[in-house]
């Protein structure tokens, strides 16, 4: 037997422990790791994914689309700050959809969104520095998760809808695209209210196209 295979024997021999133990945990990791996966997709609940969500209020009609998705470590980028959103989207209520997060740490998360959607519209905003033809709107965001009502599917959403529509949003309901946008009209009208009374939980920002 060539010595260096003689050598990798008498290696395992001696550590033959050490490896089992190391192979059980990477086994267990993996086998909870799947069932954490199941689990999530049952409940449907995808909480590690951020939509950016765009919510649309014209001629009397409610539309809601997604301007992008992405996995909450590519937007908060620090492990701390991602397990602190996991943790507040886990603690809204029926009451409020808002992540309970701290008030003095709020713009940081807010503002990680609004650089994600900065770049997304960069274009718009270098044609408007060169004074090419664009359309601008100021824009709220938001972090929510709703738990109430017919919800599909639980994530963590970054709320966007135009300031002077949610300003003046209107008591009475739009047309739903779907019927169960009517939670999402119910989350507006909460998003309206926080919005006078604790405006520490918006960032406002400009979009161009």
Not at 174 to 179: A, D, G, L, V, W
Request: proline share 4%; charged share 25%.
């Amino acid at each position: 037997m060539p010595p260096i295979l003689e050598e990798l024997l008498q290696h395992i021999r001696e550590h033959s422990s050490k490896l089992t133990v190391a192979a059980l945990f990477a086994f267990l990791g993996l086998a909870i790791g799947r069932w954490r996966a199941r689990r999530a997709w049952q409940k449907r609940d995808f909480l590690n994914r951020l939509n950016f969500t765009l919510n649309i209020i014209e001629d009397g009609r409610l539309t809601i689309r997604t301007l992008m998705e992405k996995p909450c470590e590519d937007v908060f980028m620090n492990q701390a700050a991602v397990e602190e959103v996991l943790a507040a989207a886990r603690q809204t209520t029926a009451v409020s959809p808002f992540l309970p997060l701290a008030q003095e740490d709020y713009w940081f998360y807010l503002n990680q969104i609004l650089n994600e959607l900065s770049e997304k519209f960069a274009e718009g905003a270098l044609k408007r520095d060169l004074k090419l033809p664009v359309t601008s709107a100021r824009y709220l965001i938001s972090l929510t998760s709703e738990s109430v009502g017919e919800i599909r599917t639980r994530k963590i959403r970054a709320m966007l809808i135009r300031k002077d529509h949610l300003i003046n949003l209107a008591e009475a309901a739009p047309e739903f695209e779907r019927p169960h946008h009517s939670t999402r009209w119910d989350t507006l009208q909460k998003m309206k209210v926080a919005y006078e009374k604790t405006p520490y939980l918006f960032l406002e920002m400009e979009l161009s196209v």
